[in-house]
Nanobody
Framework: QVQLVESGGGLVQPGGSLRLSCAASGNIYSLGSMGWYRQAPGKQRELVATSTRGDSPNYADSVKGRFTISRDDAKKTVYLQMNSLKPEDTAVYYC??????WGQGTQVTVSS
C-alpha cells in the first residue's frame, strides 16, 4: 500500500508564495516520476509539474518561471515552490507518483 500525504496549502494574497510538500510512504522500492496536478472548480485536473530522476523537470506553460519542483529521494518527498501566485492558480493541488498513485489533495487559494 502506497500513501501520499500533502501539506502546505492555504490562503495567500496575489503575488505571494507557498510551498507544497508530499511525502510518500508504504511499499515503495524506488521513486519513479513524481509531480503535482491541480483541479480548479468546474475544470479538469491538469498537470502542473513533474520530476523524473535523471531528467529535466516538466512544467505547464502557465507556471513556468514561477513554480519550481524538487525532490528528496532519501525522504521520498516531492516539493512545489510556488511564487508570484495568481488568482488563477486557485485549485486543489494533488501529489502524483507513477504509475497511478494520488494524494488526497490540498487547497490553494489565491485571493486578496
Amino acid at each position: 500500500q502506497v500513501q501520499l500525504v500533502e501539506s502546505g496549502g492555504g490562503l495567500v494574497q496575489p503575488g505571494g508564495s507557498l510551498r507544497l510538500s508530499c511525502a510518500a510512504s508504504g511499499n515503495i522500492y524506488s521513486l519513479g516520476s513524481m509531480g503535482w496536478y491541480r483541479q480548479a472548480p468546474g475544470k479538469q485536473r491538469e498537470l502542473v509539474a513533474t520530476s523524473t530522476r535523471g531528467d529535466s523537470p516538466n512544467y505547464a506553460d502557465s507556471v513556468k518561471g514561477r513554480f519550481t519542483i524538487s525532490r528528496d529521494d532519501a525522504k521520498k518527498t516531492v516539493y512545489l515552490q510556488m511564487n508570484s501566485l495568481k488568482p488563477e492558480d486557485t485549485a486543489v493541488y494533488y501529489c502524483w507518483l507513477s504509475a497511478n498513485y494520488w494524494g488526497q489533495g490540498t487547497q490553494v487559494t489565491v485571493s486578496s
